[in-house]
C-alpha cells in the first residue's frame, strides 16, 4: 500500500478548544481535584505534573466533554504553537485548558503516537508559526489545526515508525527519572546543611553574629556574576537552523532550544553548556544550560558564579529566592523579576568543603542533561527521514 496525504480533520473524530469565558472562571479553580492542563505544563512533548491548576468534581462533570483520555493529542492553541503532547493513563481524565486543542483521532486509520511525532517535527512546527495568527500572542484555532496536511502510511509502518522513535523518548525518560532524584538529594541536602544548618560539625561550631562560625551571609551579586539577556530583534528569529541558537524564557524548562537568530551581539552574552539560567517573566524558570553556546534573550539572566566550584550548590541555593518572587512579584498581566529584586537577594555561603556534594551531584545531573540533548538530537534527525520513507522499516 502506498502513502497517502490528509489532512488532520479528515482523521480526527474531535478537535476542540478547553473551556474558557463564562464556562470556567478563575475563581472555580481549587487546590485539588482534576487538573488542568495548559500550555505552561507542556514541556518536551511530556505534561509537567508540577505546578498545576485544579477544579472541583462538580466542574469536572459539568464539562466532562473537555476531559482528556490516553492517545488523545493536546497543541497549545496560544503563545509556542508548536507545542504537542501525547496524552498517556498518567492523564487519563485530566482537562483540557482554555488555551489548547484536545485532538482525538480515528484509530482505526491512524496510530495515535505517529501522529504526535509528525505534528512534533521541524517542519510542521514551523507551519504552525507561519500560519498562527497575532505579533504579540501567536494563536492557532481549530480549523487552522484541522487543515494541517499529514502522511499518512500503513497503519503497520505507522506503528513501527513510531516505535523506533519511541525508543530514543524511552532511554530520556529513564534519564528524567534519575536527574529527578538526584534533584530531590540535592534539595534535601540543601535544607538539611543551609536551612536547617544541621551539617556536619555543626553541633561543635560556635554561632558568630547570628551564623556559624566560617559561614557568612552574603548578596547573590557579591558571589557571582549575573548576565542579563540581549534585545534582539525578534523577526530575525527563526527555527530553521539560521544562525546562533538563542535561549528564549520558553527554553529554559528543557535546557535546550531549537530557536536562532541571524543577528549577531557581543560575546559576553552566549551562554555556555553548564551555565545556570533563569527565566524572568511568568513563571521565574530555572534550570542548567544543557545545549551547545547560545545567545541569551532579554527577560532572562544568567548566573555566574566567582568560585566555580559554587555553580553546583548555587543551582539550589538561588531557588527559593527567585521562587518567593515569583509568588510576590506582580506585573501588569505576569510577574517580572528585574535587577532590582536580584540585588535585594541574600544567600548564607559556607567554607569551602560544603559545596563538594552539591558538584558531585550538578555534574552527574549535567551529564544526564547532555546525554538527552545527544538523544533529542538523533530523534529529530530520523524523524523527517522516517516520515518522508527516506529510511525504510
Not at 492542563?37 to 511530556?46: F, T, V, W
Not at 495515535?112 to 505579533?135: C, H, M, V
Not at 527519572?177 to 535544607?191: F, G, W
Not at 548564607?348 to 558531585?360: G, K
Request: net charge negative.
Amino acid at each position: 500500500m502506498s502513502w497517502e496525504t490528509v489532512k488532520l480533520g479528515d482523521i480526527a473524530t474531535c478537535i476542540q478548544p478547553g473551556p474558557f469565558g463564562s464556562q470556567l472562571h478563575n475563581s472555580d479553580y481549587s487546590e485539588s481535584g482534576t487538573p488542568i492542563i495548559m500550555p505552561k505544563d507542556m514541556i518536551d512533548g511530556k505534561i509537567s505534573h508540577s505546578n498545576l491548576i485544579f477544579v472541583g468534581e462538580e466542574h469536572t462533570k459539568r464539562l466532562c466533554r473537555h476531559q482528556v483520555h490516553a492517545g488523545n493529542l493536546m497543541v497549545a492553541r496560544k503563545g509556542d504553537v508548536r507545542k504537542c503532547v501525547f496524552i498517556t493513563e498518567n492523564e487519563e481524565g485530566w482537562m483540557t485548558g482554555s488555551d489548547c486543542l484536545k485532538v482525538a483521532l480515528n484509530e482505526g486509520t491512524c496510530y495515535p503516537r505517529f501522529i504526535y511525532y509528525q505534528l512534533r517535527s521541524p517542519f510542521i512546527g514551523r507551519w504552525l508559526e507561519k500560519i498562527s495568527i497575532g505579533a504579540t500572542m501567536p494563536s492557532i484555532n481549530t480549523g487552522l489545526l484541522s487543515s494541517i496536511e499529514l502522511v499518512l502510511p500503513p497503519l503497520k509502518e505507522q506503528k513501527q515508525i513510531a516505535d523506533i522513535l519511541s525508543a530514543y523518548d524511552n532511554l530520556i525518560e529513564n534519564n528524567q527519572k534519575q536527574i529527578k532524584l538526584l534533584e530531590e538529594a540535592a534539595q534535601r541536602l540543601y535544607k538539611e546543611w543551609f536551612v536547617d544548618l544541621r551539617f556536619p560539625g555543626h553541633e561543635n561550631s560556635p554561632i558568630v553574629d547570628g551564623v556559624r562560625k566560617g559561614w557568612e551571609r552574603k548578596r547573590l551579586v557579591d558571589i557571582a556574576d549575573v548576565q542579563y539577556g540581549y534585545a534582539f530583534d525578534g523577526s530575525l528569529f527563526n527555527s530553521t537552523g539560521q544562525g546562533t541558537p538563542i535561549i528564549r524564557i520558553r527554553n529554559i524548562p528543557s535546557g535546550t532550544t531549537d530557536d536562532y537568530t541571524t543577528e549577531k551581539a557581543d560575546e559576553s552574552y552566549l551562554i555556555h553548556n553548564g551555565e545556570i539560567v533563569v527565566g524572568m517573566d511568568g513563571e521565574f524558570h530555572i534550570n542548567s544550560w544543557a545545549g551547545n553556546d547560545s545567545y541569551l534573550v532579554q527577560r532572562s539572566c544568567c548566573f555566574k558564579p566567582h568560585n566555580p566550584n559554587m555553580r553546583g550548590w548555587l543551582l539550589w541555593a538561588i531557588y527559593e529566592p527567585i521562587k518567593f518572587f515569583e509568588k510576590t512579584v506582580v506585573g501588569a498581566t505576569v510577574a517580572h523579576l528585574g535587577k532590582k529584586h536580584i540585588d535585594t537577594i541574600e544567600i548564607l555561603t559556607a567554607p569551602e568543603q560544603y559545596y563538594e556534594p552539591f558538584a558531585i551531584i550538578f555534574n552527574k545531573r549535567q551529564t544526564l542533561l547532555n546525554q538527552n540533548q545527544k538523544l533529542a538530537e538523533a530523534r529529530d534527525r530520523l524523524l523527517p527521514k522516517l516520515m518522508s520513507g527516506e529510511v525504510k522499516v
